[in-house]
């Protein structure tokens, strides 16, 4: 297995512009989320999603939309980025299993948004 | 807003000694878990521990919860320089949703 893959691994964006960042797991894992991370902070979650068709907001949803149309793939999209959301993203997911609250990790996309 | 906090925000240590990184939040949990970032990399997650437990091991790691306290603690014995890394915990609520919550981390630094 892959895990939970990101793409594209760093991306430089001027402000106003949109892009869609990937995240794909082949764990069948039901639960995926996207977190941000600052500098020296921890991470904050952005939105969530507990299956196929079902998502929500986290802490810090402004400014991004999701879709989860399949069980695989969580994009996240920045609509008209701002400097504020440079950032490092993190996609993760898990699954109702034995270890129902274990999060498997992406290893992240690092924005820049000039 | 920071659901946990960790102490101290940075250690340096000798290799052989042991670590000791500290954890508290704010609200009641269903449980809280302990995860490890090497540096530029993503999140690993290492060990879970429930409101009902108290203590857990895994390998070289010890992890504490005091409910009462609303804190948790996690050892690393006999400390290896491939320990270097930051160290988060994360609680999830009792209620709602799955999903987790961050403190702002530990960083480790393991001197060879």
């Known amino acids: 297995n892959a895990g939970v893959t990101q793409t594209p691994k760093f991306q430089v964006l001027k402000t106003g512009q949109s892009m869609t960042l990937q995240c794909a797991q082949d764990?069948?894992?039901?639960?995926m989320s996207w977190y941000r991370q600052d500098p020296g902070m921890g991470l904050r979650l952005i939105h969530y999603?507990?299956?196929?068709?079902?998502?929500d907001q986290g802490e810090v949803p402004n400014g991004y939309n999701v879709s989860r149309s399949t069980t695989e793939d969580f994009p996240l999209r920045l609509l008209s980025a701002a400097p504020s959301q440079t950032s490092v993203y993190f996609c993760?997911?898990?699954?109702?299993?034995?270890?129902?609250?274990?999060?498997?990790f992406g290893p992240g996309t690092r924005l820049t948004v000039l | 807003s920071q659901q946990g906090e960790e102490d101290p925000q940075a250690l340096s240590i000798q290799e052989g000694e042991n670590a000791t990184m500290n954890c508290s939040y704010k609200t009641s949990i269903n449980n809280l878990q302990w995860y490890r970032q090497n540096s530029g990399r993503g999140l690993v997650h290492l060990i879970l521990i429930r409101s009902n437990e108290r203590e857990k091991h895994s390998g070289r790691l010890r992890v504490t919860l005091d409910t009462s306290k609303k804190s948790s603690s996690l050892l690393i014995t006999a400390s290896r320089a491939a320990d270097t890394a930051s160290y988060f915990c994360a609680t999830r609520r009792d209620t709602g949703r799955r999903a987790l919550t961050f403190g702002s981390g530990t960083r480790l630094q393991v001197q060879p």
């Open positions: 999603s507990v299956g196929a068709g079902i998502t």
């Open positions: 993760a997911s898990s699954s109702s299993g034995t270890a129902p609250d274990t999060q498997y």
């Open positions: 764990m069948n894992h039901e639960y």
